[in-house]
């Protein structure tokens, strides 16, 4: 079983930054695993904004591109999304998720909450 928790959340102006954390612990995944951010605000479905790769490929959504970084701390399981010129439109609730590339598995965090004011 893997558990995922996720820190950093908070209310900030457009325009701010935050910088969001993923813990990760269990039988994590060594290879042949994504890693990312994805959210959902209300009313809408959830979104993918970022993943990072075993390999360390990295992918962003348009939305999201030149704004918010992924990043991974191997050694000490933890993954980063950091976020800068935020918009009242990324307002929503942020969620970590690790899944198998190659098993059926994907496992999800509680969420952590973002909201950016105008």
């Known amino acids: 079983q893997v558990q995922l928790v996720e820190s950093g959340g908070g209310l900030v102006q457009a325009g701010g930054s935050l910088r969001l954390s993923c813990a990760a612990s269990?039988?994590?995944?060594?290879?042949?695993?994504?890693m990312g951010w994805y959210r959902q605000a209300p009313g809408k479905q959830r979104e993918l904004v970022a993943t990072i790769d075993s390999g360390g490929r990295i992918n962003y959504a348009d939305s999201v591109k030149g704004r918010f970084t992924i990043s991974r701390d191997n050694a000490i399981n933890l993954m980063y999304l950091q976020m800068n010129s935020l918009k009242p439109e990324d307002t929503a609730v942020y969620y970590c998720?690790?899944?198998?590339?190659?098993?059926?598995?994907?496992?999800w965090g509680q969420g952590t909450q973002v909201t950016v004011s105008s």
């Open positions: 269990g039988s994590i995944f060594r290879n042949n695993y994504y």
């Open positions: 998720n690790l899944a198998s590339s190659v098993l059926p598995k994907t496992y």
